[in-house]
């Protein structure tokens, strides 16, 4: 019977790392952070590797349905609505700004499902970092609201 090796979700290299030692740990190739965590469905020694800024996004992402949701059904106003979406912005703009230095760093990115390498991953990364910074202002200028 052979063991399958574990695979980095962003850039699929063989993690080497002992990862149920420590439950947040970087990927050894392309720096970004995983985490190891139980599966939430099915057997309950299964563990599943999640990319903690694709955990970030999926918390920005039902963040904000929640506050769609919230301010449809209950008619506050726009002022609370944007103060809330800019602090789900403030989400947004970290996992920008930390995506887009590890790229510029490690000349690796991974955007929509295609990795990129070289200097097209760094071009790409600086954009990400320029829009993570924008973002961060926007929560600036809605939280002052």
């Known amino acids: 019977m052979q063991i399958q090796a574990a695979h980095c979700p962003y850039c699929k290299n063989i993690l080497f790392q002992n990862l149920k030692r420590h439950k947040v ?3 050894l190739t392309c720096k970004r952070p995983l985490v190891i965590a139980r599966s939430p469905f099915g057997r309950p020694r299964l ?3 999640y990319s903690v800024l694709d955990v970030g996004m999926l ?3 039902l ?3 929640a ?3 919230f301010f449809a059904l209950t008619g506050h106003g726009v ?4 103060k809330g979406f800019s602090i789900a912005l403030f989400i947004v703009g970290s996992v920008l700004c930390v995506d887009g ?3 510029v760093r490690t000349a690796r990115d991974k955007t929509w499902g295609k990795q990129r390498r070289g200097i097209s991953a760094r071009t790409i990364g600086a954009g990400k970092v320029i ?3 924008i973002a961060f202002f926007m929560t600036f200028v809605g939280v002052t609201l």
Do not use: E, N, S
């Open 67 to 69: 506050l769609i949701a």
């Open 63 to 65: 963040l904000t349905m």
């Open 25 to 27: 740990r970087g990927c």
């Open 101 to 103: 230095v590890l790229a």
């Open 79 to 82: 002022t609370g609505f944007v």
């Open 59 to 61: 918390v920005y992402a």
């Open 47 to 49: 563990y599943r590797i």
């Open 131 to 133: 829009t993570g910074l």
